[in-house]
């Protein structure tokens, strides 16, 4: 190690925190943030020579291909040389309509045309406002409200802010939000917020939903919007019949549903996309990091041919939109995807990632549940099985910076530390992980008074 990994002095780093408007707190550039220099695999390695084993797939877990992915570097080169920029504005190109065609066949069948854009978040918004124009152009102009779930997180857009039921301080400190979002609970079975216990429930998480509708009136409702397994709360897969049940509720009113798979989408959850699991069909699909491996920026929003049909003019045009550089990146990330076989070896990764985890954390006292699906697994911490009680903030932050120091990058949030490594990852990456991660933790338990 040449220095302490939390604690990044180099003379590059000092300059740099000064030039850039960092995405986080002056406190913690002043404690000194890691300022990233390379990346190699399912490595990267920062200004003072330090690597660490990535296992956060670059922390928002885009990066599935693991870093340095010739053949992508390749064809992103080749399509500079070849048209490095086209008018998403009454122009089509070749790799914008190459990656449709790719993307409708891997996609549900329902889904049949797509939109590009350089975030989730813009994707986010393009959907709603699609979601918006469907309705108008059946003479329903009324409908501007949309549906979300506390917990959800669906970016930093305008609409999606709104949406937004998860890290509340974002929508605070822009608040007032564009106006229309209703929340309802999110299905999170291990802390019910109805305080029921899966299967004995009624699904009250579902069945909440038809009654807020109808408290605030389903005719002026665009949209349900949700992610298929959502992030919120750890990779939370909900039952299958929370599903079915809210697509009912949606059908029953005529309000589109947006299956946001901005993380679950691309082969995270071990299928192309989480909808799979479900076999669900919705109206909007939204994608973005994986799917171009986060090399380049791009997302797309998938939209069904009952949309499609009847909008008829989407005019929500940005620079870059249906970029061909990053289309042809997005091209690329499917060629490795597919040639490679990687999202069934991920899945199997997945499975001995979770399998490892629970052999090794069964029995701490501070675990509470692992769960996942496909290479996309979480740890739920409680100080108390029984009750399930909360884990302090700090002890994650904690278990996350001793790991850190032993060079491994993996992501706290509430209760949960979240782990989505690249596709490529080895057994044996694997091993060196659980080992050094299972030490941080009986160590921090051993801090918290909970272990001896
Ligand atoms: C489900 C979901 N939707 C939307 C977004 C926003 O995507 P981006 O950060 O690319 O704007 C995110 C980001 O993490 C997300 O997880």
């Known amino acids: 190690?040449?220095?302490?990994?939390?604690?990044?002095?180099?003379?590059?780093?000092?300059?740099?925190?000064?030039?850039?408007?960092?995405?986080?707190?002056?406190?913690?550039?002043?404690?000194?943030?890691?300022?990233l220099k390379s990346g190699n695999g399912m490595y990267i390695?920062?200004?003072?020579?330090?690597?660490?084993?990535?296992?956060?797939?670059?922390?928002?877990?885009?990066?599935?291909?693991?870093?340095?992915?010739?053949?992508?570097?390749?064809?992103?080169?080749?399509?500079?040389?070849?048209?490095?920029?086209?008018?998403?504005?009454?122009?089509?190109?070749?790799?914008?309509?190459?990656?449709?065609?790719?993307?409708?066949?891997?996609?549900?069948?329902?889904?049949?045309?797509?939109t590009y854009e350089s975030s989730g978040s813009e994707a986010v918004e393009s959907a709603m406002k699609l979601a918006r124009l469907y309705h108008s152009a059946q003479g329903n102009k009324h409908r501007y409200k949309v549906i979300s779930r506390m917990g959800a997180y669906h970016g930093v857009g305008g609409m999606g802010l709104r949406a937004l039921g998860l890290m509340t301080p974002m929508r605070h400190s822009f608040e007032p939000l564009t106006p229309g979002a209703i929340f309802v609970n999110s299905p999170y079975c291990y802390r019910c917020p109805f305080g029921r216990r899966y299967p004995d429930c009624n699904l009250e998480c579902a069945k909440e939903v038809e009654t807020r509708l109808l408290f605030e009136d389903p005719d002026l409702f665009s949209a349900f919007i949700g992610e298929a397994i959502q992030q919120g709360f750890g990779s939370y897969a909900p039952p299958r019949e929370y599903w079915d049940e809210v697509r009912a509720i949606c059908k029953k009113y005529e309000i589109l549903h947006i299956d946001d798979e901005v993380i679950c989408g691309i082969g995270r959850t071990g299928k192309m996309f989480a909808a799979?699991?479900?076999?669900?069909?919705?109206?909007?699909?939204?994608m973005a990091k994986c799917i171009s491996s986060g090399y380049v920026p791009l997302a797309a929003v998938g939209i069904s041919d009952k949309v499609y049909d009847v909008v008829d003019n989407f005019m929500h045009l940005h620079t870059y939109g249906n970029h061909p550089v990053a289309c042809a990146a997005g091209i690329a990330t499917l060629d490795v995807l597919e040639k490679e076989n990687l999202i069934e070896k991920s899945n199997a990764m997945g499975k001995y990632l979770k399998e490892t985890l629970a052999d090794a954390l069964d029995k701490r006292p501070s675990v509470g549940e692992i769960r996942g699906t496909g290479l996309w697994v979480s740890i739920d911490f409680t100080t108390n099985q029984e009750t399930r009680a909360e884990f302090p903030m700090s002890n994650l932050n904690s278990i996350i910076t001793q790991a850190l120091k032993l060079g491994y990058m993996i992501k706290a949030m509430p209760n949960v530390i979240e782990l989505a490594p690249a596709y490529i990852i080895s057994k044996?990456?694997?091993?060196?992980?659980?080992?050094?991660?299972?030490?941080?933790?009986?160590?921090?338990?051993?801090?918290?008074?909970?272990?001896?």
Do not use: W
């Open 1 to 35: 190690m040449k220095t302490d990994r939390t604690k990044n002095t180099s003379k590059k780093h000092t300059l740099d925190s000064k030039l850039v408007l960092h995405k986080t707190s002056k406190g913690e550039i002043e404690k000194g943030i890691i300022t």
């Open 45 to 114: 390695e920062d200004v003072d020579g330090n690597k660490y084993l990535d296992m956060e797939s670059g922390i928002t877990r885009p990066v599935c291909l693991g870093y340095a992915n010739e053949y992508v570097a390749k064809a992103v080169y080749n399509q500079i040389m070849e048209l490095s920029y086209a008018t998403p504005c009454g122009r089509s190109n070749l790799p914008a309509m190459e990656l449709s065609e790719r993307l409708s066949k891997v996609a549900p069948k329902n889904i049949n045309h797509f």
């Open 276 to 286: 799979e699991h479900y076999d669900m069909e919705p109206d909007l699909m939204t």
């Open 428 to 452: 044996e990456n694997i091993d060196d992980f659980v080992k050094a991660f299972t030490q941080c933790i009986i160590d921090e338990e051993k801090r918290m008074g909970l272990a001896k």
